[in-house]
């Protein structure tokens, strides 16, 4: 099992601009875990946010190998990010006064709401068989895409490119409510074979891939190419010519790649 | 389709306001008890404020949009007080560092139990209340328009400039329509500049907002504001129709005796960017 991610920010942006978080961790057991988050722009330090999320989620997912299958578990896991979060703000709210820049009037309203995010986190067991074993939790519209044979088997949680719009659910860092996270999360799982592919990827890069596949293309040949070699620098050249021929909305990008060999 | 380029921070917009400064805006709003050129300034600080925190991000508050208010009362120029003061369009980044002083202001909030909490608030303030001279809104029109037409020659392809004329509403240096028309004139590649006007009459008169046709209108004057106003772009449409307000294909970015909820919310629908990036 061989794991890329790449990560772009939106155009006119620089890379510490980019509010996207990846995170994958390989667990000692063989099992490969990774997750992606989509910091909401409106928010203030959404992309801090998102990163948390991702490890937060992740770790628990290794810790407990329930949370990517029960909606209320990932949802616990969710809540602990946002208390995680408490404690990191008011390390930076110090540190920001310690380095003379207090916090300024108009970034307090703004602290005040708490940052935004999607979140999707997976799980990839590979069984001595061959079979590997998948399990997905996201809250949003970030997505993953399970490929075979040049094919596009599955899409989740979002199946079509006109589903997307301005208004995906979001996991905001004060929010304590377990039961109303839960129901927004979907989870699912399924089995794989050697040779399969999977694209976890924040919603611009996802309603592209989608708008691909239902033209009859294979978009998942064009990103495999840039992840396999890492290639971030022509895969920022290749998103500027998708974004200006308004094939992608001009946003921060992330795909990981998980390909079974 | 036009009013929808995207504002970036290397592709900005830019907002001009002109504030009615004359004598009358001692009056009191609609009938009531505020005095029009307090309740204008109030809303225009607190767009400011919005604007600014709209915008902010860890590194400051980015550049999205380039803002002027323009007084016109006993001379036309610059309403900033403070440091800006005699500026015209500013970067949102210096309009959010230089407010002439932040106020504490008390206001209630829910206290989570059905009841209300006084809680204090930062009220950042860079126009004053003046009421103070004539009502010279073409020498206005004329100068928002100046600063369009450069703003336009500098920015071909940006999402236009938006002008917000707030008024009582009669002129005194002749019809202003002309000069209105000449501030819709300039044009980049997203569409023409727009001009919304806001009458804020002392009269108890029916409030009217985003109409398509003036028939509804009580006097000249708002007859005449309802004619230079531009057509409200879709997407504005649409977030006034998400507000509750009623506006059709044909409404125009005019309201008639606005009480300060509706100025607030014009203000609000008149420079709602349809994406940053």
Not at chain 1, 86 to 113: F, H, N, S, T
Not at chain 1, 163 to 178: I, S, Y
Not at chain 2, 94 to 108: L, N
Request: charged share 20%; proline share 5%.
């Amino acid at each position: 099992m061989v794991t890329s991610s790449l990560r772009v920010p939106k155009q006119g942006h620089t890379p510490r601009e980019c509010e996207d978080a990846a995170h994958v961790v390989a667990v000692p057991d063989g099992s490969v875990l990774a997750a992606v988050a989509d910091g909401a722009s409106e928010s203030l330090l959404a992309g801090e946010w998102a990163d948390l999320l991702t490890r937060t989620v992740t770790d628990a997912a290794r810790d407990d190998d329930r949370v990517l299958r029960d909606a209320d578990r990932f949802a616990a896991a969710l809540v602990r990010a946002g208390q995680a979060w408490g404690g990191w703000l008011a390390e930076y709210v110090a540190k920001r006064e310690a380095e003379d820049r207090p916090i300024a009037w108009y970034e307090q309203p703004k602290l005040d709401r708490g940052p935004h995010a999607t979140v999707l986190a997976a799980r990839f067991d590979a069984d001595p068989s061959g079979v590997t074993r998948w399990e997905v939790a996201a809250l949003g519209d970030s997505c993953l895409f399970h490929t075979r044979d040049d094919e596009l088997l599955r899409a989740f949680p979002i199946e079509s490119a006109a589903a997307f719009d301005n208004t995906p659910g979001l996991v905001n860092a004060f929010n304590r409510d377990q039961e109303l996270l839960a129901r927004h999360v979907r989870a699912v799982s399924g089995t794989a074979s050697g040779g399969d592919g999977f694209f976890l990827c924040t919603d611009a890069l996802a309603a592209w891939f989608l708008g691909a596949a239902q033209r009859g293309e294979r978009p998942w040949r064009a990103l495999a190419e840039f992840t396999r070699t890492g290639d971030l620098d022509g895969f920022t050249v290749w998103l500027a010519h998708a974004r200006a021929e308004g094939l992608m909305r001009n946003d921060d990008v992330t795909v990981v790649h998980v390909d079974l060999g | 389709m036009t009013y929808a380029a995207e504002i970036s921070r290397a592709n900005p917009s830019c907002f001009v306001f002109l504030v009615d400064q004359s004598s009358s805006m001692s009056d009191s709003i609609g009938g009531g008890q505020q005095r029009k050129a307090d309740v204008v300034a109030d809303a225009i600080n607190r767009l400011l404020a919005e604007l600014s925190v709209k915008c902010a991000k860890e590194e400051g508050v980015r550049d999205y949009f380039h803002v002027a208010v323009i007084g016109y009362g006993h001379a036309v120029g610059s309403a900033f007080t403070g440091p800006l003061a005699g500026r015209d369009l500013v970067p949102l980044s210096q309009v959010a560092e230089k407010p002439a002083r932040v106020e504490k202001r008390t206001k209630k909030v829910p206290d989570g139990a059905g009841g209300l909490v006084e809680t204090t608030t930062r009220f950042p303030v860079w126009v004053d209340p003046v009421a103070n001279g004539a009502t010279p809104m073409c020498r206005a029109l004329a100068a928002a328009e100046s600063l369009v037409s450069d703003w336009v020659s500098r920015h071909p392809d940006g999402f236009p400039p938006i002008v917000l004329n707030l008024t009582d509403g009669e002129s005194t240096d002749g019809d202003p329509a002309g000069a209105a028309w000449g501030v819709q004139t300039h044009v980049t590649a997203d569409g023409a500049a727009l001009l919304f006007n806001l009458h804020v009459s002392a009269a108890n008169a029916v409030p009217v907002t985003f109409p398509d046709t003036d028939v509804a209108l009580p006097d000249a004057y708002a007859r005449t504001l309802f004619g230079m106003s531009s057509l409200l772009p879709p997407h504005m449409r649409f977030y006034a129709l998400q507000q509750g307000v009623p506006a059709g294909d044909l409404a125009r970015g005019f309201v008639y005796n606005a009480d300060i909820t509706s100025l607030v919310q014009f203000l609000d629908i008149g420079t709602r960017a349809t994406d940053l990036r």
